[in-house]
């Protein structure tokens, strides 16, 4: 198998692992979405800490906190990780697993548009006019719902902010969630002693096996950011970008086909029109590649 094809493999692996998520979660019920997350960032934090010292990589750590800079960036980015988390997990655990999808759906154009307001990146006609289409899908379903989509805003322009700060912190993967952790743990771990103390806490008072699931949420955070670093450095970007619309698709069919949720014709209609706009964003990312290696090819050596 050649190395572009294993990186497509892995990067579908990860998408796919983090498609089946809404499976997971409900499975910790009685504990509550802070709760899940507080667990989910420390035992995170012990599975990284692990990966670190087995690939030897406690220097990149150490070189980060010594950064004033690229501390305060993955402090930031820790921030806006936990609320993406957070809400998260209480959409999936509260039957909107629907709404989560369309929040990574419409993640990538709330990246672009966070490239261009931060970045003063320059866009193509086509790039525009996805943004626009995803602007009145948005408006279209905050209208059909009463309601703007909060959870589904939130998870993209959350998502959309920590990847613009990972991209100008410029860290390695593996350092970088040691230190988000590492930044948001002592709060994970403070929280759930006062839970414990409360009464509250679920971890010890539901049986090993509710323990034992709380406790992987470290590992299925990292498996799928393993098999995402190692697509990462072997195919393109646009290949990546494809990838991740598997994610929010098996979100979306797994919230209508197995959770039961509602979706009415005007909801299908919105999500129809975010479709629309993923379909021109896509085809201009592919467009652009072509031209790119097209000029690469016909210029001399």
């Given amino acids: 198998m050649s190395e572009t094809r294993r990186g497509a493999v892995y990067g579908a692996t990860a998408y796919l692992l983090w498609g089946v998520f809404p499976l997971y979660f409900p499975l910790l019920k009685p504990a509550g979405a802070v709760e899940v997350l507080a667990h989910r960032v420390v035992w995170s934090l012990v599975v990284v800490a692990v990966l670190v010292q087995v690939t030897r990589r406690w220097a990149g750590v150490r070189a980060i906190f010594a950064d004033r800079d690229k501390l305060v960036r993955l402090t930031g980015a820790a921030t806006v990780l936990a609320v993406n988390w957070g809400v998260y997990i209480y959409g999936v655990t509260s039957d909107r697993v ?7 759906f419409i993640n990538p154009l709330v990246t672009v548009m966070l490239g261009v307001v931060v970045l003063r990146e320059r866009l193509r006609p086509p790039q525009y006019a996805a943004l626009g289409v995803a602007g009145i899908a948005v408006l279209f379903l905050s209208i059909e719902n009463g ?13 959309g902010t920590y990847g613009l700060l990972k991209k100008t912190a410029v860290v390695g ?17 403070l929280y759930l002693v006062g839970l414990q103390v409360t009464g509250g806490a679920t971890l010890a008072s539901h049986g090993a096996g509710h323990a034992t699931l709380l406790a992987v949420t470290g590992l299925i955070t990292a498996i799928p950011l393993l098999f995402f670093g190692a ?7 646009t290949t990546l970008g494809i990838l991740q619309y598997l994610a929010p698709t098996m979100q979306f069919l797994l919230g ?32 652009q590649r072509r031209r790119t290696v097209r000029i690469a090819v016909a210029e001399p050596v």
């Fill in 173 to 189: 993967a593996l350092e970088g969630l040691t230190v988000e952790t590492a930044v948001l743990a002592p709060l994970g771990i």
């Fill in 231 to 237: 697509a990462a450095s072997r195919v393109p970007l």
């Fill in 147 to 159: 309601r703007p989509p909060w959870i589904a805003l939130t998870l993209a322009f959350s998502f």
């Fill in 256 to 287: 209508v086909l197995f959770f039961h949720e509602a979706l009415g014709l005007a909801r299908l209609l919105g999500f129809c029109m975010v479709w629309a706009a993923l379909f021109l964003f896509t085809a201009d990312l592919l467009a």
């Fill in 98 to 104: 629907v709404e989560t999808s369309l929040g990574y």
